[in-house]
């Protein structure tokens, strides 16, 4: 049995959702739904501190990415793509941070290091948001 994921939040100019335990299909739902009360309250910003989360499975990086989908308008991910064709489009809106060097892993065979910025410190990915 996989171990409950604990999310807790820190408001301020940027909401941080503090994830600690496993990140899977038993929590996949509750990651989405801590994340979209966020989004409803107005928040058009997210940062996900990892340092807590033990393990990612499949479910969790569907979680990850509904996230990223529901921070990431498609409006500015197709003015990037139609100005940058070359480059690819990292969400200015979605960071994740201080994941472990296992869950980094796994975050970056599933692709996700190529789209979203992944910070070793929360206060580097809190300042991504200043620039």
Sequence with gaps: MSELLKITKTEGPVPILHFEGNLDGQTESLAVEKAREVFDAGSQHLVIDLGGVDMVTSA???????IYKMFTPAEAM????????????KSPYFVLARP??????????????????IYPSMQEALDSFKE
Excluded: P
């Excluded at 969790?60 to 509904?66: C, E, Q, V, Y």
């Excluded at 197709?78 to 489009?89: C, L, M, R, S, V």
């Design 60 to 66: 969790g990086l569907r979680a990850m990415h509904t």
């Design 100 to 117: 472990s060097s296992q869950v980094h892993y796994v975050l970056s065979i599933a692709g996700f290091l190529q789209s979203i910025c």
């Design 78 to 89: 197709q003015a990037w793509n139609a100005e940058n064709a070359d480059k690819t489009f």
